[in-house]
């Protein structure tokens, strides 16, 4: 397999520790730098190494919670043998919206990161890119084993490079049971945690030994944000917890030497349209409390989805955006909903959250490779 060149952006200052240079063969030109602590000779997935004590210990562990819900900050309590919470998922089956190679940097590679998009959410985001399976339980349903097979194929047939599971947190008892499963009928890909990182520590916990990557979302920074675009309270808080839970279980991201990160914890932030001061609070956060050796994704996709741009209640049309990124005319304001947030992020706004991102320490950040597409 080639690799492509500058897979990691080298920092502005150098770290105190020498670069690793990895030449690929004697006839090119082309090589991959990584920093030594960064660099894995060899990776076994987490769970292989579970004790079969410890793997039965998890099955009870996520049954129990199965009858008495509490691994979401929503606390519901219930028993999803009888009856659902907020996430509108029973106990015996999760429900799948889309199982399929996925492309995205760090860990696509050339096969793609076998991702499993759960339907169903324990956040009601209103600008969710995904809101027609986040906000409502469409897709198929399938009981963990039916699901560990799914990563079988994911592995033998499509060959991709991981185990990529998508808004999993409140499926996270399924999950446990799916990835014992799998063990068990030979899977030996690294498995991916995608979370909004509204996760409880009992969650994360749980995981702890069969989740090799995390991948958690910090989407705002003040509770007054959270409430209002989120729905939910406290979220920056739990955000906190668990995302330094999930660094102390696995560290920063580290890769094997075809350029496919392997464990650790890759940080996401949704950069969103007048909302740069939280994004740069976030950076601030992250540089101090967790690691300035972190990797950083700043994503610039936003749009605005879901509920954003819909009639006011009374008004009889919406708006989608303005046009050409422009910002909200007073009249628009008047008639939409979420109008401080309907339009495009500017670029000069995900521009100052890198910078504060910078200026914090932090310097290991998923960038655009200079040949016009991703590095793998």
Same mark, same amino acid.
């Given at each position: 397999?080639? #690799?492509?060149?500058?897979?990691?952006?080298?920092?502005?200052?150098?770290?105190?520790?020498?670069?690793? +240079?990895?030449? #690929?063969?004697? $006839?090119?030109?082309?090589? #991959?730098?990584?920093?030594?602590?960064?660099?894995?000779?060899?990776?076994?997935?987490?769970?292989?190494?579970?004790?079969?004590?410890?793997?039965?210990?998890?099955? $009870?562990?996520?049954?129990?919670?199965?009858?008495?819900?509490?691994? %979401?900050?929503?606390?519901?309590?219930?028993?999803?043998?009888?009856?659902? @919470?907020?996430?509108?998922?029973?106990?015996?089956?999760?429900?799948?919206?889309?199982?399929?190679?996925?492309?995205?940097? %760090?860990?696509? /590679?050339?096969?793609?990161? @076998?991702?499993?998009?759960?339907?169903?959410?324990?956040?009601? %985001?209103?600008?969710?890119?995904?809101?027609?399976?986040?906000?409502?339980?469409? @897709?198929? *349903?399938?009981?963990?084993?039916?699901?560990?097979?799914?990563?079988?194929?994911?592995?033998?047939? /499509?060959?991709?490079?991981?185990?990529?599971?998508?808004?999993?947190?409140?499926?996270?008892?399924?999950?446990?049971?799916?990835?014992?499963?799998?063990?068990?009928?030979?899977?030996?890909?690294?498995?991916?945690?995608?979370?909004?990182?509204?996760?409880?520590?009992?969650?994360?916990?749980?995981?702890?030994?069969?989740? *090799?990557?995390? #991948?958690?979302?910090?989407?705002?920074?003040?509770?007054?944000?959270? +409430?209002?675009?989120?729905?939910?309270? $406290?979220?920056?808080?739990?955000?906190?917890? $668990?995302?330094?839970?999930?660094?102390?279980?696995?560290?920063?991201?580290?890769?094997?030497?075809? /350029?496919?990160?392997?464990?650790?914890?890759?940080?996401?932030?949704?950069?969103?349209?007048?909302? &740069?001061? &939280?994004?740069? &609070?976030?950076?601030?956060?992250?540089?101090?409390?967790?690691?300035?050796?972190?990797?950083?994704?700043?994503?610039?996709?936003?749009?605005?989805?879901?509920?954003?741009?819909?009639?006011?209640?009374?008004?009889?049309? /919406?708006?989608?955006?303005?046009?050409?990124?422009? +910002?909200?005319?007073?009249?628009?304001?008047? &008639?939409?909903?979420?109008?401080?947030?309907?339009?495009?992020?500017?670029?000069?706004?995900?521009?100052?959250?890198?910078?504060?991102?910078?200026?914090?320490?932090?310097?290991?950040?998923?960038?655009?490779?200079?040949?016009?597409?991703?590095?793998?």
């Amino acid at each position: 397999m080639s #690799l492509l060149s500058n897979l990691l952006p080298r920092p502005a200052v150098k770290p105190s520790f020498p670069a690793f +240079r990895l030449h #690929l063969t004697a $006839s090119t030109r082309r090589c #991959l730098y990584l920093a030594p602590p960064y660099l894995l000779d060899d990776y076994i997935p987490r769970y292989q190494l579970l004790s079969s004590t410890d793997a039965a210990k998890k099955r $009870s562990l996520a049954y129990a919670h199965l009858r008495e819900c509490n691994l %979401c900050p929503r606390l519901c309590g219930v028993n999803r043998y009888e009856k659902t @919470g907020v996430c509108l998922i029973s106990a015996e089956t999760v429900k799948v919206s889309t199982i399929a190679p996925h492309f995205e940097p %760090c860990i696509q /590679g050339h096969n793609g990161s @076998g991702s499993v998009f759960f339907s169903g959410c324990n956040l009601r %985001c209103v600008f969710c890119q995904n809101y027609d399976i986040a906000h409502q339980p469409n @897709g198929f *349903d399938l009981t963990p084993e039916e699901l560990a097979e799914w990563y079988l194929k994911l592995q033998d047939v /499509g060959r991709v490079h991981n185990i990529n599971l998508v808004t999993p947190e409140h499926v996270v008892p399924q999950v446990i049971l799916s990835i014992l499963h799998a063990r068990e009928l030979g899977l030996r890909l690294p498995i991916i945690y995608n979370t909004s990182s509204f996760d409880s520590l009992d969650s994360i916990q749980l995981l702890d030994g069969l989740v *090799d990557i995390y #991948l958690p979302d910090f989407k705002v920074w003040s509770d007054k944000t959270s +409430r209002r675009l989120l729905k939910a309270d $406290s979220y920056t808080k739990t955000a906190m917890k $668990s995302i330094k839970a999930m660094h102390e279980q696995v560290g920063d991201l580290c890769f094997t030497a075809d /350029g496919i990160a392997k464990k650790g914890v890759l940080v996401r932030h949704l950069v969103m349209p007048g909302l &740069e001061d &939280e994004g740069q &609070e976030i950076m601030k956060w992250l540089a101090q409390n967790i690691s300035t050796d972190l990797m950083v994704h700043l994503m610039e996709q936003y749009f605005p989805r879901a509920h954003v741009g819909k009639a006011r209640r009374g008004h009889a049309v /919406g708006h989608v955006a303005e046009p050409d990124n422009a +910002r909200a005319s007073p009249t628009t304001k008047k &008639e939409v909903r979420y109008a401080d947030i309907n339009r495009p992020v500017d670029l000069d706004e995900v521009a100052s959250v890198k910078k504060a991102a910078q200026a914090a320490g932090l310097w290991r950040f998923i960038e655009a490779a200079r040949h016009g597409g991703f590095n793998i």
